[in-house]
T-cell receptor, first 115, second 112 residues
Framework: ETGVTQSPTHLIKTRGQQVTLRCSSQSGHNTVSWYQQALGQGPQFIFQYYREEENGRGNFPPRFSGLQFPNYSSELNVNALELDDSALYLC??????????????FGPGTRLLVL | AQSVTQLDSQVPVFEEAPVELRCNYS??????LFWYVQYPNQGLQLLLK??????LVESINGFEAEFNKSQTSFHLRKPSVHISDTAEYFC??????????FGGGTRLMVKP
């Protein structure tokens, strides 16, 4: 039990639609990272938010965007869904972006299926 | 750029046998290395990590990993596995800004 929760657990969308995934971090954790895990692969870094601002981004197009709120919750938004967006989306929270020793605590993930 | 390679996609092993899951990384700078475990239909759980100091790190459930700088490896070992160790194991390296780069994963299948 990491104290990180995600909703919904499962989601089915069709191509072209938009989706919002939600994450609630551990209390006091001001950094949240989002990862995409395609079936049979390791997680790929999407982006990271620190104190409500984007702090870094992986190789994902602008239709992947995010928000972080003062209450330690965050969102991942994906516009114009494509079939290849089908994956498990994981969020991870940590205390600080500055301290490399900080452990990232992962939520259980949201499984998105795009038809 | 940093990358992580897990050489085996699947490792079948009998219960109570030893196991080694291999991980190699490429990095031109100091590294922080992690092993995460993912049980079916669950998120990732931290198993162990190497930040500095002793090159041998241990987890509470009997796994250990050794950081080998000359071979750029961080292999995970357990002397005797249990059925409950069946899971996907991911090796990861920490990039600047607390961003993780993961390997492709190794599925450990423990058979009775």
């Amino acid at each position: 039990e990491t104290g990180v929760t995600q909703s919904p657990t499962h989601l089915i969308k069709t191509r072209g639609q938009q989706v919002t995934l939600r994450c609630s971090s551990q209390s006091g954790h001001n950094t949240v990272s989002w990862y995409q895990q395609a079936l049979g692969q390791g997680p790929q870094f999407i982006f990271q938010y620190y104190r409500e601002e984007e702090n870094g981004r992986g190789n994902f197009p602008p239709r992947f965007s995010g928000l972080q709120f003062p209450n330690y919750s965050s969102e991942l938004n994906v516009n114009a869904l494509e079939l290849d967006d089908s994956a498990l989306y994981l969020c991870a929270s940590s205390l600080s972006k500055a301290a490399s020793q900080e452990t990232q605590y992962f939520g259980p993930g949201t499984r998105l299926l795009v038809l | 750029a940093q990358s992580v390679t897990q050489l085996d996609s699947q490792v079948p092993v009998f219960e109570e046998a030893p196991v080694e899951l291999r991980c190699n990384y490429s990095s031109s700078v100091s590294v922080y290395l992690f092993w995460y475990v993912q049980y079916p239909n669950q998120g990732l759980q931290l198993l162990l990590k190497y930040l500095s100091g002793s090159t041998l790190v241990e987890s509470i459930n009997g796994f250990e990993a050794e950081f080998n700088k000359s071979q750029t490896s961080f292999h995970l070992r357990k002397p005797s596995v249990h059925i409950s160790d069946t899971a996907e194991y991911f090796c990861a390296v920490l990039r600047a800004g607390n961003m993780l780069t993961f390997g492709g994963g190794t599925r450990l299948m423990v058979k009775p």
